[in-house]
């Protein structure tokens, strides 16, 4: 069965340090590839997406991800964050042509001030 | 102003139950989705439907039940049968415009005493 793995459960970090959060799929065929954030009180909504192209992309507020196909991997990357980047991370994968989602089991980061 | 409305925010019942959770979209989305989610689990998909009168099972499916008569509401039935209701509820709606990016609504958190 098709997977997303999140590494990182949980993640504590200060301002200005370097993010980076694991994501890992199980899938041969073609993917699309999604990063959502979950602030809190707040809907979930899209911080960036891989479709085709460039393999690195760039999405909101200073992040961004780099899909290498060969290590079935899109790890989300920010190199110096801030308080306001406290929230729940999820990666995850749509296979082509299926329209169904599959997501990780989330990463909570919080930004100590 | 466009989006993805659930109603009602916060719902209780009595074990044994029956009870809907309501979704509606004014994105002009054909597809639309209903996910559980529940800590340490991410967003584990319910049902999806990718057009009217139609709609596909998810990953967990069993103690559910949906309907998809028209292309802005696609409401959530949790029956009696579903052994561990209490969860919170999102629902979503995809934009084949925008390289299949899921847009999602705010939640039903759904507690059965």
């Known amino acids: 069965a098709q997977s997303v793995s999140q590494h990182n459960h949980h993640v504590i970090l200060s301002e200005a340090a370097s993010l980076e959060l694991g994501c890992n799929y199980s899938?041969?065929?073609?993917?699309?590839l999604f990063w959502y954030v979950q602030y809190p009180g707040q809907h979930l909504q899209l911080l960036l997406k891989?479709?085709?192209?460039?393999?690195l992309v760039k999405g909101i507020k200073g992040f961004e991800a780099e899909f290498i196909k060969s290590k079935f991997s899109f790890n989300l990357r920010k190199p110096s964050v801030q308080w306001s980047d406290t929230a729940e991370y999820f990666c995850?994968?749509?296979?082509?042509?299926?329209?169904?989602?599959?997501f990780g089991t989330g990463t909570r980061l919080k930004v100590l001030a | 102003d466009g989006g993805i409305t659930q109603s009602p925010k916060y719902l209780f019942r009595k074990e044994g139950q029956n009870v809907t959770l309501s979704c509606e979209q004014n994105l002009n989305h054909d597809a639309m989705y209903w996910y559980r989610q529940d800590p340490g689990q991410g967003l584990r998909l319910i049902y999806y439907s990718q057009i009217v009168n139609d709609f596909q099972k998810g990953d967990i499916a069993e103690g559910y039940s949906v309907s998809r008569e028209k292309k802005e509401s696609f409401p959530l039935t949790v029956t009696s049968a579903q052994k561990n209701p209490t969860a919170f509820y999102l629902c979503a709606s995809r934009d084949r415009g925008r390289e299949d990016t899921q847009y999602f609504g705010p939640g039903t958190r759904l507690t059965v005493l």
């Open positions: 899938y041969g065929g073609t993917v699309n």
């Open positions: 995850a994968v749509m296979t082509s042509g299926t329209y169904k989602y599959i």
């Open positions: 891989y479709f085709s192209g460039d393999p």
